[in-house]
């Protein structure tokens, strides 16, 4: 496993991440979730990210349960907050009340005394912003949080937020945690390039883009029967690419790429987000073990400054 900082902080986490969106608490059982947590262990994965929406707590709770026993250093733990955990009029957003009672709520499910990194799910706009950064600074001074961030965040929010924290005194964020992959690049004309001017490191999630870029999609067939896209508890995000043959004929044409390097298409386009600048963590969910073994490989997929072209070629980018 390669590890690297996170933006300017101190911390390393595994270029390989692994996270719990639709999987575990919803799609993953316990045994099923405590093979593919073991797995990501023992390949060298130290970056877990979950949200306490994911699953309405469900897997905050599950990760609690299978992590006692772990060694707490072993690990970089991040989570988040933002969307609604209830329906009183408090228990959504960016206020200072929310983060403060979620932040807690959070740390009792998953069974520790602190999260390294904690994250603003996206950004609120009824809330004001020095509200919202003076509530993770202070985290931060508890003690439970060690680090901040934010997910989909707009890049004028994101200097707001920077300069706030330098005129105030308080601690700036370190992650960003886009949709990123190869045919999802909306992030690349500016949230990047400001967060690595700024120290900002991406923790990116959607690396295969719902599962589009393993090349189990063919045009014009039925997903797999065993696929996230025939899953109900999953596919909600998935569907409404699927009808789209042309950019699944586009995915198909970096297979041949693929088969030269002697990987999956899979390993291949983790392996490009990996050679991308600014790219601190690679997020990846898993529903079985192998998976994550298969993932794992793209660290060791050495791509050439042609290699990236044609795939930026193949796709149209």
Request: with cysteine.
């Amino acid at each position: 496993m390669e590890y690297r900082r996170l933006g300017s902080a101190g911390v390393k986490v595994s270029a390989i991440g692994l996270g719990g969106w639709l999987t575990f608490g919803n799609a993953v059982g316990e045994e099923t979730g405590r093979d593919v947590l073991a797995r990501a262990f023992d390949g060298g994965i130290n970056f877990l990210d979950t949200a306490n929406v994911y699953a309405r707590g469900a897997c905050e709770e599950m990760w609690g349960r299978l992590l006692v026993g772990r060694t707490r250093s072993d690990y970089v733990l991040a989570t988040k907050v933002f969307f609604a955990m209830g329906d009183g009029p408090n228990d959504k957003g960016l206020s200072r009340k929310h983060i403060m009672e979620q932040c807690h709520a959070s740390l009792r499910r998953l069974k520790t005394d602190y999260v390294d990194v904690y994250q603003c799910h996206r950004f609120d706009e009824e809330t004001p912003l020095e509200e919202t950064v003076r509530a993770m600074d202070d985290l931060i001074r508890q003690g439970k949080a060690l680090y901040w961030g934010f997910s989909l965040w707009p890049a004028a929010e994101i200097k707001r937020a920077i300069a706030l924290c330098d005129a105030r005194g308080y601690t700036r964020p370190v992650s960003s945690q886009p949709p990123y992959n190869v045919i999802d690049r909306q992030v690349e004309p500016d949230v990047i390039p400001l967060c690595i001017e700024q120290g900002i490191g991406q923790v990116v999630f959607c690396p295969l883009a719902q599962g589009l870029l393993t090349g189990k999609y063919l045009p014009g067939q039925p997903p797999p029967a065993d696929s996230r896209a025939a899953d109900d508890r999953q596919n909600a995000f998935i569907a409404k690419r699927l009808v789209d043959d042309g950019l699944l004929r586009r995915i198909q044409s970096l297979r041949p790429i693929a088969e030269e390097l002697g990987c999956t298409m899979a390993q291949l386009s983790l392996a490009w987000i990996l050679h991308r600048p600014g790219i601190s963590s690679a997020i990846i969910g898993a529903s079985k073990a192998s998976q994550v073994t298969d993932n794992l490989r793209a660290v060791d997929v050495a791509l050439t400054p042609d290699h990236m072209a044609r795939i930026d070629a193949a796709i149209g980018g």
